[in-house]
């Protein structure tokens, strides 16, 4: 079952300007990760937090977590006609397996 | 490059035709994984091996199997396909030791079932 709910489920910006797709959660984990699909093909990791980290930089990316409110943010600065992709977190449990659980997904679409 | 290889990335079958898809890495991980995704949303989480030991997710249909038969190669066989088993396959691998760590994703494979 999906615990992630991105929000909001579509972005449209324009080139040069910064993207933030936010992530709520239900459960303990044990760390949150975000995901980039383009259009037909499979996912490309682009950044993973650990329960006890409360920020992470990558990049133009910057990810941050907050375990009291079960949420997480993923901004993308300086936007580019490239990073138009869809958009997922997802989440390993805390005292779960290896399993990820992922949300809905969100659409982001960078015009040049 | 170390990858994870999915072929074919494009399959046809008929409907009921049995099809197996296939799944290849050269990362040398040991946690392999097969999701099944349609399209606009989330992949879905059919089953994992960690080494050899496999985890079938509740509801998997029975209709789905997979086979490990090394580190390296994974399959995911589909018995008697149906149409609402149309969607694109994604085999991702992983590394546990000790931490969950982040997946890597093959490229997918599409199947269509006329």
């Known amino acids: 079952s999906q615990q992630g709910e991105e929000d909001p489920q579509a972005l449209s910006i324009q080139e040069g300007e910064n993207a933030t797709m936010n992530c709520s959660y239900k459960t303990s984990i044990n760390n949150l990760q975000w995901y980039r699909q383009n259009s037909g093909r499979g996912l490309v990791h682009l950044i993973l937090?650990?329960?006890?980290?409360r920020e992470k930089h990558s990049g133009r990316l910057r990810v941050t977590l907050d375990t009291s409110k079960k949420s997480s943010s993923l901004l993308i600065t300086a936007s580019r006609a490239a990073d138009t992709a869809s958009y997922f977190c997802?989440?390993?449990?805390?005292?779960?397996?290896?399993?990820?659980?992922f949300g809905k997904g969100m659409k982001l679409t960078v015009n040049p | 490059d170390a990858m994870v290889i999915q072929n074919p990335r494009y399959q046809v079958t008929q409907f009921g035709k049995p099809v197996t898809l296939s799944c290849s890495q050269t990362?040398?991980?040991?946690?392999m994984y097969w999701y099944q995704q349609k399209s606009s949303q989330a992949p879905k989480l059919l089953f994992h091996?960690?080494?050899?030991?496999?985890?079938n997710e509740a509801d998997t249909p029975d209709n789905f199997q997979s086979r490990r038969p090394n580190t390296s190669f994974c399959f995911l066989d589909i018995r008697s396909p149906g149409l609402g088993d149309a969607a694109m396959y994604l085999c991702?691998?992983?590394?546990?030791?000790?931490?969950?760590?982040?997946?890597?994703f093959g490229p997918g494979t599409r199947l269509t079932v006329l």
């Open positions: 997802a989440t390993v449990r805390k005292g779960g397996s290896e399993k990820l659980v």
């Open positions: 991702a691998t992983s590394r546990r030791d000790g931490y969950y760590n982040e997946q890597f």
């Open positions: 990362l040398n991980h040991n946690v």
């Open positions: 091996y960690y080494d050899k030991d496999f985890n």
């Open positions: 937090i650990r329960s006890n980290e």
